[in-house]
DNA sequence: GAGGCGGAGGCAATCGGTTGACTGGAACTG
DNA sequence: CAGTTCCAGTCAACCGATTGCCTCCGCCTC
């Protein structure tokens, strides 16, 4: 059962055919599924059971080295420290292990192609690049980097390899549970200008809710830090003292409110709701907990891998759009306008 | 200056060799600074001008089949979606890419042997193991896996291959914080008793509060989460009416039990402080923010790194232990007893 | 009986570096 | 001037899997 497996070299391909008393090539083109090759009942017997007796796994390296092809592929983020990106790393991981591969962590640079080259040569086969901090055109660019880039997570114009959940419906989600509620004015927290993820979210939520009849009014944050949800919250409650809701289009950026609405001695949600995109744990333990709508960041980082592997077999698919529905989670920092 | 990345082929070494009109080998012994090479300075100088003019780097596919050292180091962690392991990750794939190392990430299963010995042949040197739910034994039975193992943030009794931040000095800056307030009577939250981890900070805690003059009592959370903290905090302010503070050894405990707190309608901090061990973008938004030591994790995760080279190059070093001093962040969680 | 055909498997080049062994010539020694 | 020592590189065998092409053999056809 255990097969010593110290330190020792692990099996090679010969050493399977050898056992098997037939030529590397038979058992390379057996392994591989080869339709061109033909073997008896009995060999490919005698071979697969000396793959299982050896406890045989291919070397990836020199496989990489044939075919250049490593079985890997990177997930480059702007942070690691995210705790919505950590979703997405989650589910491509689970994803890329079911599928054989591997995945790699890398940061985003300045030089994104020369990041690419760098993964051509160790046997890393794509990118997945998540993070809203590039300009359209940079990403554009990437259409002919040295490895196939999937975007993951935002929706540029011009390019094909994107996954992203469906944002319009969750936007809604939220916007409805304001009109519910009975909220007729509200502000909507807008990310900077030029991350476009955020400025999608946060059109899709303004069309929606005055098409509800509400009145909705913005501040900028200057990221989508909540450092920055502080600051644009502190802004929102000296300006905007009549609203009764606000929609944050992240996680952070809500908690940045929360923490500005009791700096300012607001009750939330008496005097002020606060709705955000994305839920994380950390949701359930503000106070009073955030009510948010849950989106399906594991599935997203999944269809990326997904994405990604049709594009490294050929094909060239239609951008991936997660289809699970979001969910609404009704917490504590909803409620009806006073 | 563009040297036409696109889906061509990265150059070789035999193209280097022939533009700089020598043999391989020599721009290999050149590049890997063989000292038994030598050559003319001018050679030299053509052949790293071809270098630079073709862009070239190594096909590290091609040096892990030569070498089995394929310039990789698996982190491997319980999930990805803890903010304290994604600083670790961030601070070692900092310095791992500063040796010129990839990080693939892994999440860890049952049978750790079987996944060194995937990493193997993937060209995958060796594993950082985070994660506290393994047992000691399972831990020491990866001493000889088919790849080293570093265990991160963790001491295990008869294992030398770890990389650990000084708890100790964290918990007596916690304690001492406390005592200074005049806290007289703590609380604190163990961990479930199998995870040495928390149980060593505990333990940490307790003989310097104690030495302090304080009563130092103890509720156990079931695991790390903030769902944990919450039960456990119910379970402590239903119990211990009299306690004044309350010391977490992890950031999610005390975030649930700041939960707890607000539900019970006890005020934090008159009525009860809380102080916990490892700061996060978090503390700061949790009402009131959060008292926290803060430690050095992304310095263990560049440690981690530098303790496997280590093992790697042939080395046995002693355990790596950050000596970077943790940080008392005082914040609003925390004030004198009432 | 010669030729054809298909099944079962073998041969060997190749991917791109690495590394131990080796060589041609200049310089130096005695 | 023969012999030795360096210097500056060269040669070629790997590492382990993949894959185009070849062979051998038995059997079927005409």
């Keep these: 059962m255990t097969t010593d497996r110290r330190l020792a070299k692990p099996p090679t391909m010969r050493q399977v055919a050898q056992h098997a008393g037939v030529d590397v090539s038979v ?63 989650a589910g491509a991981h689970r994803r890329a292990t079911e599928e054989g591969y591997s995945i790699v962590v890398g940061e985003v640079t300045e030089d994104l192609g020369r990041l690419a080259q760098d993964y051509r040569v160790r046997g890393v086969d794509g990118m997945l690049l998540a993070g809203a901090t590039l300009s359209d055109e940079a990403v554009r660019a990437l259409g002919d980097a040295a490895v196939p880039v999937v975007v993951v997570n935002r929706l540029v114009p011009g390019t094909r390899r994107t996954a992203v959940v469906d944002y319009t419906g969750a936007t809604e989600l939220a916007a409805d549970h ?14 900077p200008r030029h991350l476009d993820t955020t400025r999608d979210r946060v059109q899709a939520f303004t069309r929606r809710a005055t098409a509800n009849g509400a009145r909705v009014r913005q501040v900028t944050a200057r990221d989508l830090s909540g450092d920055a949800g502080l600051a644009a919250g ?27 609405a009791h700096r300012a001695g607001v009750s939330v949600p008496d005097e002020l709701s606060i709705i955000a995109l994305h839920d994380a744990e950390l949701a359930k333990f503000t106070w009073p907990p955030l009510t948010t709508v849950s989106l399906p960041m594991t599935e997203l980082g999944a269809a990326a891998v997904d994405h990604l592997l049709a594009v490294l077999s050929g094909a060239d698919p239609e951008p991936s759009i997660v289809t699970t529905p979001p969910e609404l989670v009704v917490r504590g920092s909803t409620g009806p306008p006073r």
């Design 27 to 89: 058992v390379s083109r057996l392994l591989s599924g080869d339709p061109r090759l033909s073997v008896s009942e009995a060999t490919k017997q005698r071979v697969l059971a000396a793959v299982r007796l050896l406890d045989y796994r291919p070397n990836l390296a020199a496989r990489a080295l044939r075919t250049s092809r490593g079985g890997m592929a990177a997930f480059v983020v702007p942070e690691f420290t995210s705790p919505v990106y950590s979703r997405v790393i």
């Design 178 to 191: 304001l009109r519910d509620l009975g909220h007729r004015d509200v502000v909507v927290v807008a990310g």
């Design 234 to 260: 502190q802004r929102l409650l000296s300006r905007n003292r009549d609203a009764t809701a606000v929609f944050a289009p992240t996680l952070m950026l809500a908690v940045g409110v929360l923490a500005a």
